[in-house]
């Protein structure tokens, strides 16, 4: 391999330590080293409080590592300001419970990205929305308020947030969570082709990160797992390394739920 064939990471982080948003005295993780792909479709599995969000966060630039170093598509985090917008726009970020605008509507809340970093005339705005709508089945609701929406909706409408810019990243905190079994299904085969290459991205694949408490959902042959277990960050390989795995952490999130029943 030459010097110009190398592709660098999209994200890496070395010996980075993180400390939760809630409380910067608080450490969640420590000591990761982590290195993510162009094109790779990461799932990052803890329990509850393991620090998974917070992870999260600062792969996307959003929360600065305590110690050690995190880069983004090559640009140490600590060091995002308005040169790097370019880098930071490169990442697209669905929250937990999608966190939209509640006085806005999706249609409105979907367009904020576009409307505050694009100058784009008013016609072509609506076009793009109206099309990015249309696409994760959404133009029934464009009118409408996230409060009067289910969760499933308005996880469907941070996804559509996020996608707005055409993001080279995109990053998601507990996507499945709250939602119906169809609409989990709906989900896991759209990012499974915004993965292998999407029409809205010209058929360029998508790096993806999840962070989830239940492994099971996620199952793929080709989909790279790690897993936080008392401050500790470590790769857990395919799936198959999942499924045969001994550890107790990785056992308790393929586990069935208390209480489940047959």
């Excluded at 999260?56 to 305590?66: I, N, S, V």
Aim: charged share 20%.
């Amino acid at each position: 391999m030459n010097e110009n064939s190398f592709i660098p990471a999209v994200v890496e982080m070395r010996e980075a330590t993180i400390c939760t948003l809630r409380d910067s005295s608080l450490t969640v993780v420590e000591n990761v080293n982590w290195s993510v792909s162009p094109a790779e479709f990461w799932v990052v599995a803890g329990q509850q409080q393991s620090g998974k969000s917070d992870l999260l966060m600062t792969a996307a630039g959003l929360l600065l590592p305590a110690r050690g170093s995190c880069r983004v598509f090559g640009c140490e985090t600590n060091a995002f300001g308005e040169a790097q917008l370019a880098e930071r726009l490169r990442v697209g970020f669905v929250f937990a419970g999608g966190k939209l605008f509640s006085q806005l509507t999706v249609a409105e809340n979907v367009a904020l990205p576009l409307r505050y970093h694009q100058n784009l005339p008013v016609a072509e705005l609506a076009r793009v929305v109206e099309d990015l709508l249309e696409m994760l089945e959404l133009t029934p609701f464009a009118d409408t308020t996230p409060s009067n929406l289910s969760a499933n909706w308005r996880q469907r409408a941070a996804l559509a947030r996020a996608l707005i810019l055409k993001p080279d990243l995109l990053l998601l905190d507990n996507p499945l969570g709250g939602l119906g079994a169809r609409h989990r299904q709906w989900l896991l085969q759209f990012l499974d082709q915004l993965w292998h290459g999407h029409a809205w991205f010209g058929g360029q694949p998508l790096t993806l990160v999840a962070v989830t408490d239940d492994l099971r959902p996620w199952q793929h042959a080709r989909r790279k797992f790690a897993v936080l277990h008392e401050k500790s960050f470590s790769v857990a390989g395919a799936w198959s390394d999942v499924a045969s795995s001994a550890s107790h952490a990785v056992k308790e999130l393929l586990a069935e739920p208390a209480g489940a029943t047959m």
